[in-house]
């Protein structure tokens, strides 16, 4: 029997609308885990996270619990679970382990996962069971690019570089402001709920036609930003949302294929003291050349999306982590990176950047969250079976290796993404 058929998705999806369940549906959800975030490359941390051996964070992947550790020189991640009874080996979300020991019969397994001993259980190690049997397991596939460490549940979908290639350029920017072409996260991580469909907040980063009307009450508020004067505090966020109209008309936006794309800039701008900025700008010359530091820095691009779970800001050193928690609940998680090598200055405006648009307490991101649970709650009525993402239909254009690009407006990265949900959703139909 076929779980999810091309028939199956054909009548959920049309070239310019989506229909309601997609959002709204346990089933569909529930399918989504498994053949979306089951089978792309995941976000699991970064490798500054576990600076020593034995260092571990702890995390989920597609609702599945896992452990990012270093041993020795390599990182690696594990199902965090004991094959002895299955409980989780590791419980609190950081550390050093020297080695791990299940918390529920004292076995112990070295930071590789390697099974070293079955404490009061000596049977066990006597028994016909291979170490390899009774080791932790290992995630089948895990990738450390630049710092950045990725996870696929699946042996069989596509490699990391044919899944995340086009998009990895949003990465590449990001560490490359760094004088020393290497970031890493600064302490704490901004963690939010909010009570809709994780497909929600993809679709509103990209979207340049809501500011105006959602955030005109913070818009308001910004219209006393002080965009001339140094530091850099949340109404001159504000000020860069509110006059932000004409801007996102012309910006550009791309599309490439697996979900990924990006929106130019906005008027908002990173704001340092001249001598900071001096001394960042003679940083970055000396190690990359005056016009490549200045290519860098030029990089227009205000929001990538990763598909399916990134939102990468590099001008902004800002990221934020989607991870579903069931059909209506979404978690978020905001990371903040230091450049390695700039001044401290760059390091406290990403922070207040952060603390001003992605925080809890953000009085702009308050906005969407109330947002999402507005349109979760619609979407149960029986008013309309369809949603709609028609605008720049007629006017986006198309390369031939699968990119697109338009104007403003255009509802062309929501289409995008549904085309690589439908991909995602039909590319594992099984037979029972």
């Known amino acids: 029997m076929k779980l999810f058929s091309t028939e199956a998705h054909s009548a959920l999806l049309k070239e310019d609308r989506v229909h309601r369940d997609v959002y709204i549906s346990p089933a569909i959800f529930d399918l989504e885990m498994e053949r979306i975030f089951g089978r792309a ?84 190690a006597k028994s016909p069971y291979t170490n390899t049997e009774l080791s932790m397991k290992s995630v089948p596939r895990v ?158 691009r205000h929001f990538n999306i990763i598909y399916p779970q990134i939102m990468l800001q590099s001008a902004f050193r800002t990221m934020k982590v989607l991870r579903p928690v069931a059909v209506d609940r979404t978690e978020i998680c905001v990371y903040v990176f230091r450049l390695k090598g700039a001044p401290e200055e760059y390091d406290n405006v990403a922070i207040q950047f952060a603390n001003a648009t992605n925080s809890a307490a953000s009085i702009i991101l308050q906005d969407d969250l109330v947002t999402f649970a507005n349109i979760q709650q619609a979407l149960m009525t029986s008013a309309d079976d369809w949603v709609l993402f028609a605008n720049g239909l007629a006017h986006d254009k198309s390369d031939n290796l699968g990119a697109q690009t338009g104007k403003g407006f255009t509802e062309l990265p929501m289409r995008n993404q549904f085309s690589a949900w439908r991909e995602y959703m039909s590319a594992v139909d099984t037979e029972e």
């Open 41 to 124: 490359w995941l976000f699991v941390g970064h490798d500054s996270q576990v600076p020593h051996s034995g260092d571990f964070i702890t995390t989920q992947l597609a609702n599945q619990a896992v452990i990012m550790v270093r041993h020795g020189d390599t990182v690696h991640v594990l199902f965090n679970r004991c094959p002895h009874r299955g409980a989780k080996v590791c419980e609190i979300q950081s550390g050093n382990a020297h080695p791990f020991r299940c918390p529920y019969h004292g076995w112990v397994f070295d930071t590789d996962g390697r099974f070293i001993n079955s404490s009061l259980h000596d049977d066990y």
């Open 143 to 300: 990738k450390n690019y630049r710092g950045f460490v990725f996870a696929c549940l699946s042996k069989e979908a596509p490699d990391f570089e044919a899944t995340l290639g086009s998009i990895l350029p949003a990465i590449d920017n990001l560490v490359d402001r760094s004088p020393e072409g290497a970031v890493e996260l600064l302490p704490g991580i901004h963690r939010h709920m909010f009570e809709g469909n994780w497909k929600l907040q993809l679709e509103n980063i990209q979207d340049a036609a809501h500011p105006p009307f959602i955030h005109a009450s913070s818009n308001e508020a910004g219209t006393k930003g002080r965009i001339d004067k140094f530091s850099m505090r949340a109404e001159d966020v504000m000020y860069g949302n509110n006059n932000a109209g004409e801007t996102l008309r012309e910006s550009d936006l791309g599309t490439f294929p697996h979900g990924h794309s990006y929106l130019a800039s906005i008027p908002i701008k990173m704001k340092v003291s001249e001598k900071a900025a001096l001394e960042y700008k003679t940083a970055l010359e000396k190690n990359y050349g005056v016009d490549k530091a200045a290519a860098i820095c030029d990089e227009p």
